[in-house]
């Protein structure tokens, strides 16, 4: 479905009401009332075959007889009725409709069937659909109120998208009384196709937003809005509440992973991924909100205090230290401001407490003097009606002094009397955020720094580390075989050869089917030695007993009988596939976990935290999901308390050693979506190294019946092309790898830019760029390969050095893209441009792309030359551009 509908229903010729009548009560008659004679550019036609006026305006029986075009269709008709409704809504070449109306799958099989005669209509004619159960859209710029509220709305940069109609009302009112304005305020309803994705993707590139506030239940294409929430967050701020933290799951589990990967956990991790600030409450959001919309983001999370009620002032930074801010230390400066002008028994010290009795110039000689504390980031300012100043002279005075300062500034006025009230109502006015507890003050700060945060982390920029492999293909076969013999999970043996295909360091394991062989194993091995059985069964090996300790002969003759036996008395007995000897590790220092699950919605995510027996009763376990990289394996892994009392314990190396440990764990779910729960458990930790003791696969044998290859794979984020990958050679002999661009490639890419002439700088960015900044070239190297590629070449002498790039953003309608070439002066006229062109022509043919062009200057007189050659359209579009454009064969 075209995203460019969506730019229709939110900036509509032609709007038709379905469903409007003049009955009071009616939502047809509430809708229409809102719109006609309000929007802006815009004409509004009432739609009802039993009427022929709707408040004076010409009825027609259906949107098909409206003589002119219509973009949007807002819908509230009975269930039943929709279908053939959105049937006439495309036959008459409507973009897009609303459906209001409720009864669809929330009443059973009848419901749904309705829906999917929707969906058939939506995919026949291409327009896209908003609801149902919708409480509709509101766009106040345009003066837009597609919606049966009687509310309306401030006019602002911050937009609400709720899938919660009531919240969408809510929001409007608060919204009054905050002084924040919207630019868009929109109900997804059941989200039959219309999704947050597309929202996201809209609101991301729509002018008027500048932040959004999110109400959400359910993702309903979790790649689609991580993707797009991913994009958006770098230059809008999105801050969410996400409800529903409890879900009661049926689901089977049979690894550690699968217990501990709570749904609410998989949304956190998905969230903080793609730089979504999650908060707690509805309150809170809206404090975001308010904040947002009227202060700068903070660039640290040093905060300085100033009340007149030292209780308070402890309460916020209470709050403060909880979440993870500091108390800004005072400078020497501003602590002999205070000194001079504060009375002697005031303490001079953050928080500032500058008592009851207060008068309106001592709040304004404190307020002034702190706002010069460079160690700051933020100031909140407490107030309590009490002593010698009252509400609208604190506001007055904080509305004087704020002036002064380009930090952030937050004010809480404790207190619901009409002064308190018209005091907070100043305060915006001013665009100062007003909150009424120390708390809400100190969290909506701390959401606003984690944002910033979220950039950082964005941005980051990985080690590169060695972890590329290559998977034997006889792991594919120990897939199938147990899929042959009916096993969803592989043994011990089995699970440790995928590990050692991967470079993962296991302890040394001898598998013995007789006893016999278990005393040679263990005498080879020397004493003491762990024993385990080596079985494929829904419990753990530790629950049934079948680890032991051996510390001689006899102890491992007596202990493989035990364990034989064990395991064909147990409860649901199992086939051994003998018993798997490994020595125990005697020095080490930790025991962590490593595992994967698939989410319903998410796809693969992966866990790592403390390990052992008791790691599902323990749960310090932190989420990510693959693809990984250095950093992002590095925060996996700081997110854990087990990293707190490791850290000080582990050499340098080791801690490295895990990030490698990750990364290829990573690549190893990427390489096998048939796996559908992993856990490694436990590595042990040693002074100076690690080992994998212990591992369990559980395999979605469905995936492994119909062909793995043959069906989509389900991630959340879009993994490494590493099929876009092959050598050249150029005229010279030279020969170069074409790969996808990583973010570990930002030095190098740098490296490239740094070597480029003024002339070729030119050509390619229409000016001469003295230096790219980390955050420019984030925006080359860390990209979304869903969205974009960029093609390096990379000379194949080791040196890993980068002489060229062509890059192709595809354009929103996902028909076509925009491509850009890049190459070292000293490697031009060597055919490298001609090559990556060539390329890009090819991966465009491969994303079903309809059209790519380029710009460029008339001087660059190569390019314009290569790609006439190859048939592109040259084409001048002013005197300083050239355009060209390659259609794709279908």
């Known amino acids: ?211 959004i506030l999110l109400y959400v239940e359910s993702v309903k294409n979790a790649r689609k809005f991580m993707s797009a929430a991913r994009n958006c967050s770098r230059s809008k701020p999105i801050f969410l509440v996400k409800a529903g933290r409890f879900p009661k799951s049926k689901e089977a589990v049979y690894s550690h992973s699968g217990q501990m990967a709570g749904e609410d956990l998989v949304y956190d991790a998905a969230f903080k991924r793609v730089g979504i600030v999650r908060v707690q409450t509805i309150n809170e959001l809206f404090n975001c909100g308010e904040a947002l919309s009227m202060q700068p983001l903070p660039k640290g999370c040093s905060l300085t205090v100033v009340t007149n009620a030292g209780g308070l002032g402890i309460i916020a930074a209470d709050t403060l230290l909880l979440q993870g801010g500091v108390l800004a230390p005072l400078s020497p400066e501003v602590t002999k401001a205070l000194e001079d002008t504060l009375p002697a028994y005031c303490r001079i010290a953050n928080p500032l407490d500058i008592m009851e009795e207060a008068t309106p110039e001592r709040f304004k000689y404190a307020i002034e003097a702190c706002f010069k504390n460079t160690e700051s980031h933020g100031f909140i300012i407490i107030y309590t009606p009490q002593g010698l100043t009252d509400p609208e002279a604190f506001a007055s005075t904080l509305t004087a002094a704020a002036k002064q300062t380009g930090q952030l500034v937050i004010a809480c006025i404790l207190g619901e009397d009409t002064s308190c009230r018209d005091a907070r109502k100043l305060l915006r006015q001013h665009n100062i955020p007003a909150m009424k507890t120390p708390e809400e003050a100190v969290s909506a700060f701390m959401y606003m720094y984690r944002y910033v945060q979220n950039l950082d982390s964005l941005y980051e920029v990985p080690e590169e580390l060695p972890v590329e492999i290559t998977p034997p293909t006889y792991l594919r076969g120990l897939l199938r075989k147990a899929c042959c013999e009916g096993r969803r999970v592989l043994t011990l043996t089995e699970s440790l050869e995928f590990l050692d295909a991967y470079k993962i360091n296991t302890a040394q394991t001898m598998l013995a089917k007789k006893r016999e062989e278990a005393e040679t194993a263990a005498s080879i091995m020397g004493f003491p030695v762990v024993m385990k059985v080596n079985f494929a069964g829904s419990s753990h090996k530790s629950q049934l007993g079948g680890v032991v300790e051996a510390y001689s002969q006899t102890e491992v003759t007596e202990n493989f009988d035990r364990l034989t036996e064990l395991m064909k008395r147990a409860a649901q007995p199992v086939e051994v596939y003998g018993i798997a000897i490994q020595p125990l590790i005697r020095n080490k220092r930790h025991e962590l976990f490593l595992g994967s699950k698939t989410d319903r919605q998410f796809g693969p995510v992966i866990l790592f935290g403390k390990g052992g027996t008791d790691v599902a009763e323990l749960k310090d376990v932190g989420l990510g999901f693959p693809p990984l990289n250095q950093a992002l394996a590095r925060r996996l892994i700081h997110e854990t308390l087990t990293y707190a009392y490791t850290a000080s314990s582990i050499a340098p190396s080791t801690m490295k050693s895990l990030q490698e440990v990750l990364l290829k764990f990573s690549q190893l779910i990427l390489d096998f979506p048939e796996i559908l729960e992993m856990d490694i458990n436990p590595i042990i930790l040693t002074d100076t190294d690690y080992s994998a003791v212990d591992a369990r696969i559980v395999l979605d044998l469905d995936r492994i019946m119909r062909e793995a290859a043959e069906q989509p794979v389900s991630f959340a984020i879009a993994p490494y092309p590493k099929e876009y990958t092959t050598i050249r050679t150029l005229k010279n002999g030279a020969k170069v790898i074409l790969r996808p661009i990583r973010s570990e490639d930002e030095r190098r890419f740098d490296e490239l830019f740094k070597l480029l002439s003024d002339e070729s700088k030119r050509f390619r960015f229409f000016a001469v760029l003295r230096e790219l900044s980390h955050c420019a070239l984030a925006q080359f190297c860390n990209i979304d390969y869903d969205r974009e590629i960029t093609i390096v070449a990379e000379l194949q002498d080791g040196s890993k050095t980068i002489i060229g790039a062509a890059g192709l953003i595809v354009e929103k ?78």
């Open 1 to 211: 479905m075209s995203p460019a509908n969506l730019d229709k229903l939110f900036t509509p010729r032609g709007i038709a009401v379905i469903g409007a009548s003049e009955r009071v009560d009616s939502l047809g008659s509430k809708i229409f009332r809102n719109l006609v004679g309000v929007v802006q550019d815009c004409e509004v036609y009432p739609v009802n075959p039993f009427r022929r006026s709707v408040y004076g305006f010409t009825a027609y029986p259906s949107v098909t007889k409206i003589p002119q075009k219509v973009d949007l269709a807002v819908i509230a008709t009975p269930a039943h009725t929709i279908p053939q409704i959105v049937e006439e809504c495309g036959e008459a070449g409507v973009a897009g409709a609303v459906l209001i109306s409720v009864g669809f799958r929330e009443t059973g099989r009848e419901g749904e069937a309705l829906e999917q005669r929707i969906l058939s209509c939506r995919d026949k004619y291409g327009i896209r659909i908003i609801g149902p159960n919708s409480f509709g859209i509101v766009r106040p710029r345009k003066k837009l109120f597609a919606t049966f509220s009687s509310k309306q709305a401030n006019l602002g940069g911050t937009a609400f998208v709720s899938q919660s109609a009531a919240l969408c009302a809510s929001a409007m009112g608060w919204s009054v009384e905050a002084n924040v304005g919207f630019s868009a305020v929109v109900s997804t309803g059941s989200m039959l196709d219309v999704d947050l994705g597309d929202l996201i993707e809209f609101l991301s590139r729509d002018s008027q937003t500048k932040r």
């Open 813 to 890: 309608e996902k028909e076509s893209g925009e491509f850009a070439i890049l190459v070292s002066d000293p490697w031009q006229g060597l055919g490298l441009g001609s090559k990556l062109t060539d390329f890009i022509i090819d991966i465009a043919k491969n994303m079903h792309l309809k059209m790519i062009y380029a710009y460029t200057i008339p001087g660059n007189y190569k390019m314009i030359n290569m790609c006439s050659n190859k048939g592109f359209e040259i084409k001048n579009l002013d005197y300083e551009t050239v355009q060209l454009t390659f259609q794709l064969p279908d």
